[in-house]
């Protein structure tokens, strides 16, 4: 479990999965023998023989007033396309109590965007039905994804997702549908990163003179640093993917902003360098 103070916030890393491996389905290019001239990225980012260590977790900012989830993975129980996602049965809840938050203490929960590993555990399966899981959250959606996501009909597995992870709360009254550059308390706001998908954000942070972004998935893992031409297969549009990833790596390269990766393997955050032609990631 991390944790990071900028300024007045804590942020808290709960993760929900960490593992090695098992990327070639979202980085094909991303082969060990490509990454592995990268040493920067040893023994944190891939193993010793190149594969790429990757995680899915949750990130709780706590402003003293407010706590906020910002993307809350893959979820329990849940009929999944990736087998390894599939009926989890993980321990996700006890290790958000043991971070020091109830899932009643929760008041914001705040969505990227909607894909399986960000929405999962807005909802949990109480007596065969999926009900919220932070039930005194009000839960942030920007409106262009959610519009984008809920006309989608031909995506079977995306679908499903929004079914059961983003319907429920929706319907329940919990959800309030934002722009791209919403500001959700004074010192947190959104900044548009979009590409991966539509209406994809990350969550920027400022307080007492410090800076930090939440990435969400413009970036998936170190190695895209050092190629931002490297797209997820996910990606909705990978010509603005690459164009995003470039235009944020450049601003905050040699800055003192504070790059927390949505699914950066521990230790999670550090600093953009300019390296070369391209960057890398200090921590």
Not at 161 to 166: H, L
């Given at each position: 479990?991390?944790?990071?103070?900028?300024?007045?916030?804590?942020?808290?890393r709960v993760i929900e999965i960490e593992v090695a491996g098992g990327t070639k389905f979202?980085?094909?290019?991303?082969?060990?023998?490509?990454?592995?001239?990268?040493?920067?990225?040893?023994?944190?980012?891939?193993?010793?023989?190149?594969?790429?260590?990757?995680?899915?977790h949750a990130l709780v900012i706590d402003t003293g007033e407010r706590k906020i989830v910002?993307?809350?993975?893959?979820?329990?129980?849940?009929?999944?396309?990736?087998?390894?996602?599939?009926?989890?049965?993980?321990?996700?809840?006890?290790?958000?109590?043991?971070?020091?938050?109830?899932?009643e203490d929760i008041d914001t929960v705040m969505c990227t965007h909607l894909h399986v590993?960000?929405?999962?555990?807005?909802?949990?399966?109480?007596?065969?039905?999926?009900?919220?899981?932070?039930?005194?959250?009000?839960?942030?959606?920007?409106?262009?994804?959610?519009?984008?996501?809920?006309?989608?009909?031909?995506?079977?597995?995306?679908?499903?997702?929004?079914?059961?992870?983003?319907?429920?709360?929706?319907?329940?009254?919990?959800?309030?549908?934002?722009?791209?550059?919403?500001?959700?308390?004074?010192?947190?706001?959104?900044?548009?990163?979009?590409?991966?998908?539509?209406?994809?954000?990350?969550?920027?942070?400022?307080?007492?003179?410090?800076?930090?972004?939440?990435?969400?998935?413009?970036?998936?893992?170190?190695?895209?640093?050092?190629?931002?031409?490297?797209?997820?297969?996910?990606?909705?549009?990978?010509?603005?993917?690459?164009?995003?990833?470039?235009?944020?790596?450049?601003?905050?390269?040699?800055?003192?902003?504070?790059?927390?990766?949505?699914?950066?393997?521990?230790?999670?955050?550090?600093?953009?360098?300019?390296?070369?032609?391209?960057?890398?990631?200090?921590?």
């Amino acid at each position: 479990m991390n944790k990071w103070q900028v300024g007045d916030f804590t942020v808290t890393r709960v993760i929900e999965i960490e593992v090695a491996g098992g990327t070639k389905f979202l980085l094909p290019q991303a082969t060990p023998e490509a990454v592995r001239d990268f040493k920067w990225m040893a023994p944190h980012f891939m193993t010793p023989d190149g594969h790429l260590i990757m995680s899915v977790h949750a990130l709780v900012i706590d402003t003293g007033e407010r706590k906020i989830v910002v993307d809350t993975c893959i979820g329990n129980d849940k009929e999944r396309e990736i087998p390894t996602w599939s009926h989890l049965d993980l321990p996700f809840l006890d290790d958000l109590q043991e971070a020091g938050y109830a899932r009643e203490d929760i008041d914001t929960v705040m969505c990227t965007h909607l894909h399986v590993d960000h929405v999962g555990w807005n909802t949990m399966l109480i007596d065969g039905k999926w009900v919220p899981t932070f039930p005194n959250a009000r839960y942030l959606m920007a409106e262009k994804e959610f519009t984008y996501w809920q006309t989608q009909e031909s995506d079977a597995g995306q679908k499903a997702v929004f079914a059961d992870s983003v319907r429920p709360v929706f319907d329940a009254g919990l959800v309030d549908l934002i722009s791209l550059d919403h500001e959700i308390c004074e010192g947190i706001w959104l900044e548009p990163t979009v590409g991966h998908t539509p209406g994809h954000v990350s969550v920027r942070l400022s307080s007492k003179g410090e800076d930090a972004i939440i990435t969400g998935d413009f970036v998936h893992h170190p190695c895209q640093l050092a190629r931002p031409d490297w797209c997820a297969v996910v990606d909705y549009d990978p010509t603005q993917s690459e164009a995003t990833r470039r235009d944020v790596f450049s601003r905050y390269a040699d800055t003192p902003m504070l790059v927390i990766g949505t699914h950066f393997a521990t230790p999670t955050a550090g600093h953009i360098k300019k390296d070369g032609d391209a960057y890398r990631l200090d921590v």
